[in-house]
C-alpha cells in the first residue's frame, strides 16, 4: 500500500498501482486478518497449554474443515473463496462455544434461565461480548465478499422483445424510449425480469447526455436488491441501424450481507460502549 509513496519519496518516480494489485495484495491481508480474529479469543491470556489450546482449537478447526470441503463439493474451487468460508466457519465456532461455555457456568452457578444467563452474562462483560457480536458482523462481511466468486455477467445488444437467460432469471427487452430533461436527454430501456415465470422487477437503466456539460455521457445503473442476490443493467449504447439495445446485465450474490454485517458490526459496537447496569448503579450511588 505504501510503496507508491515511499517510489516517489525515495525515487521521485510517481507510481499508479491499478486494481490486480490491490486485489492480490489486499485479499491474504484480509484472510490474515479474519484468521487473528478467530485466534484471539481462543487463546487464554497466561493460561495457554497444550490442553488448552487442543480443547478450545478442536471444534473450531473441524468447523473450518467441513465447510471449506462442502464448499468444494458444491462446485466451488477459486482458492480464496475457500480459505474465506473455511475461515468464516472457524471463527464462528469459536464465538459459538465461547457463548455456550458463558451460559452454561451461569447457569450452573445461578440456576438462571438460558435467556436471562445469556443477558447477564452480556451486561456483565459488555466489552468482551460486544465484540463478539462486532466479530460476527465482519464474518457476514466476509461471506459477502465471497459473492464475486459467484458473479455472473453478460454484455449483449437486443432488440424490443427480445430476451436473456442469465443464473436462473430471464431478462426481456420490452421497449427502449428518448426522453427529454432540464438539463439532459436520455435512453431509457425497460427490462423485465422474471424467475421461474414469475415477473420479478422491471429494471430501466439509463444512457444520458448532459448538454450543458458539453454533451457528457453518463450511464444510470439500474439495481434491483434481492435478500441473496442484487440485479445490474447498464445501457451501453443505442443502435441506430438495427434499433438494438447494448446492455450489460450483472448478478451479484451476497451483497446484501455486507450491509447486514455492518449493522451488526454498529450493533456491537453500540453494546459494547453501553454501560452496563452495574455501572449504572454505581454511578447512582456515587452521584
Do not use: C
Not at 33 to 55: D, E, F, N, Q, Y
Not at 102 to 127: C, K, P, Q
Not at 145 to 171: D, H, M, S, W
Amino acid at each position: 500500500m505504501m510503496f507508491p509513496i515511499l517510489s516517489e519519496a525515495v525515487r521521485g518516480i510517481k507510481i499508479t498501482m491499478g486494481s490486480p494489485y490491490f486485489n492480490r495484495i489486499t485479499a491474504p491481508m484480509g484472510l490474515l486478518l479474519l484468521l487473528m480474529v478467530g485466534i484471539g479469543p481462543l487463546l487464554a491470556w497466561r493460561r495457554t497449554s497444550p490442553g488448552t489450546l487442543k480443547r478450545n482449537f478442536t471444534l473450531p478447526v473441524a468447523a473450518a474443515v467441513v465447510a471449506a470441503a462442502g464448499s468444494m463439493l458444491l462446485g466451488l474451487r477459486q482458492i480464496y473463496p475457500l480459505l474465506t468460508l473455511g475461515l468464516v466457519a472457524f471463527v464462528l465456532a469459536g464465538i459459538i462455544i465461547e457463548a455456550v461455555r458463558g451460559i452454561r457456568a451461569r447457569r450452573r452457578i445461578s440456576g438462571e434461565s438460558t435467556l436471562t444467563a445469556f443477558r447477564n452474562m452480556v451486561d456483565r462483560n459488555r466489552s468482551r461480548y460486544g465484540g463478539a457480536i462486532v466479530h460476527l458482523g465482519v464474518l457476514f462481511m466476509f461471506v459477502g465478499f465471497t459473492g464475486k466468486a459467484f458473479t455472473a455477467e453478460q454484455e449483449l445488444a437486443l432488440k424490443p422483445g427480445e430476451n436473456i437467460y442469465l443464473k436462473g432469471y430471464v431478462f426481456t427487452l420490452d421497449r427502449y424510449y428518448e426522453v427529454e430533461r432540464p438539463n439532459y436527454r436520455a435512453w431509457i430501456a425497460d427490462l423485465s425480469v422474471s424467475r421461474n415465470d414469475r415477473p420479478v422487477t422491471v429494471l430501466r437503466p439509463e444512457r444520458r447526455i448532459y448538454i450543458e456539460q458539453d454533451n457528457q455521457i453518463q450511464s444510470e445503473v439500474a439495481i434491483h436488491s434481492r435478500p441473496l442476490q442484487d440485479l445490474y443493467a447498464i445501457v451501453g449504447g443505442i443502435g441506430t441501424e438495427n434499433d438494438s439495445v447494448a446492455l450489460k446485465i450483472m448478478i451479484n450474490p451476497l451483497v446484501q450481507m455486507v450491509w447486514l454485517g455492518s449493522i451488526i458490526v454498529v450493533i456491537g459496537t453500540l453494546v459494547a460502549i453501553w454501560p452496563s447496569r452495574t455501572d449504572q448503579r454505581l454511578k447512582e450511588r456515587l452521584a
